[in-house]
């Protein structure tokens, strides 16, 4: 069944309370909140646009930009890091070209992140949805390979 975003307004009253918890799944769903529909938000609303999009920027749970196809976090908390984790991101630095926290490349986001509680099965990194735990530097290669 094709989701659209006038489906999902429809789940709220267009009340000020309810606008957080759409601009939360329209970003679910669609992996951002786009321009347009954040237009359509603020119609469906009556709130001005720029409200829209000053609540969208404010909470972490909503994407205001289009987030590319591979997000790669690597957990710098204190566990990995004295497990070299900083290894591991400069290891997928040199293999994909790319500078962990540039917001800039619509393919790939390298993140460093904070303790994901799974200390004892570290250093941990996550592509997308996927937990890699016990990761090296050497192992990186092969990781990558999956998704590349
Ligand atoms: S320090 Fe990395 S998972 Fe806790």
């Known amino acids: 069944m094709l989701i659209t975003l006038e489906k999902i307004l429809l789940e709220y009253d267009p009340e000020a309370k309810n606008l957080l918890p759409a601009l939360e799944k329209i970003s679910a769903v669609f992996g951002y909140v786009s321009r347009e529909n954040a237009r359509k938000v603020a119609d469906y609303f009556s709130l001005p646009e720029s409200k829209v999009y000053e609540t969208a920027s404010f909470y972490d749970l909503v994407n205001i930009k289009k987030q590319p196809n591979l997000i790669i976090k690597v957990c710098s908390g204190t566990h990995c890091a004295v497990s070299d984790s ?16 540039d917001e800039n490349n619509p393919r790939v986001k390298l ?15 996550v592509i997308n949805d996927k937990v890699y735990e016990r990761v090296t530097a050497g192992g990186v290669g092969e990781i990558l390979e999956e998704w590349i």
């Open 86 to 101: 900083r290894k591991i991101v400069e290891e997928i630095e040199n293999k994909l070209h790319i500078k962990a926290g």
């Open 111 to 125: 993140e460093i992140i904070s303790c994901l509680g799974r200390c004892g099965e570290g250093p941990v990194a």
